[in-house]
Each structure stands twice: as C-alpha cells, then as structure tokens.
C-alpha cells in the first residue's frame, strides 16, 4: 500500500521552491486606480503575471477601481497595464523581487508610472504599504490625470 501522505508531501517539495525553501506562499498586491479626469479612463491590458480577484475595468470621470494581484509566490510578482483618456495614456507597472542577503531575506518592490499617450498626461504610482515579511505583500495606487 503507498502511503498517501508521503506522495503529498513529497509532491508539496517538488512544487514548492521559494525563499528558503519552503512551500511558496501567494504574493498578494492590492491596486487601486484613480481617474482624476473629467472623462472616463480606457482600461489596457499588458501582462499580469498571475491571477486577479476581478478584471480591472474603464473607470469613470472622477472614480477609482480596485483589484488584488495575486502572485502564487512569494519570491516574485510583476504586473503592467494601461489607462487612456482621449489622447493621454499612463503605463502603469508594479512589481517585487526576493533576493537571499547574509542569510536573510531582501525584498525590494518596483512601480512606475509613465506617461504614452499623444499627449502628456500626469501618472503616478505610490507604493502605500510593503510588507516586510513572508509573503511581502504590497499596497499600490496608481492615478491619471
């Protein structure tokens, strides 16, 4: 008889290489997205390198969305997308990365907001919260104007 519980946990090893090596743990980034037009925002897609809680959608005059990226590790995650009013567009893209540092854990977090479109428009990108630990979750907002 094969013992169940061994095949699962030696599947779990096989599956789960990460930080130390231990079972990968989902990165989870919240984004919000605000149009501070006076038209709505055009949503564009470019990658996401996992899944999303709910599809990012145009945003209304004046309003936000908001979304949560969720990574499936713990070591990696990295999105980009657009928005356009008219002839401004914003790239918008948010990203981290865990490197082992004197037998620890250095992660750092990337975002970025530029500016695509036929006319300039104002994009910012804010990293409002990072967490230092595992999974380094992270809290982003993004905005056009």
């Known amino acids: 008889m094969i013992n169940v519980k061994k095949v699962l946990l030696g599947s779990l090893v096989v599956l789960g290489g990460s930080v130390g090596g ?8 919240t984004v919000t997205v605000v149009n501070e037009t006076s038209a709505e925002a055009v949503y564009g ?3 996401f390198s996992g899944s999303l809680n709910t599809p990012p959608t145009n945003i209304v005059q004046n309003s936000s969305i908001g979304f949560i990226h969720t990574s499936g590790s713990d070591i990696a995650s990295g999105m980009r997308f657009t928005y356009a009013v008219g002839s401004k567009k914003c790239r918008f893209s948010a990203s981290h990365l865990v490197e082992m540092h004197l037998g620890g854990y250095l992660p750092s977090w990337k975002k970025d907001a530029v500016s695509i479109g036929s006319s300039r428009a104002t994009c910012t990108a804010i990293l409002v919260k990072a967490d230092s630990n595992l ?8 905005s056009i104007k």
């Open 22 to 29: 231990a079972v990968q743990a989902a990165n989870l980034a």
């Open 45 to 47: 897609y470019e990658y």
């Open 135 to 142: 999974p380094f979750n992270y809290t982003v907002q993004f």
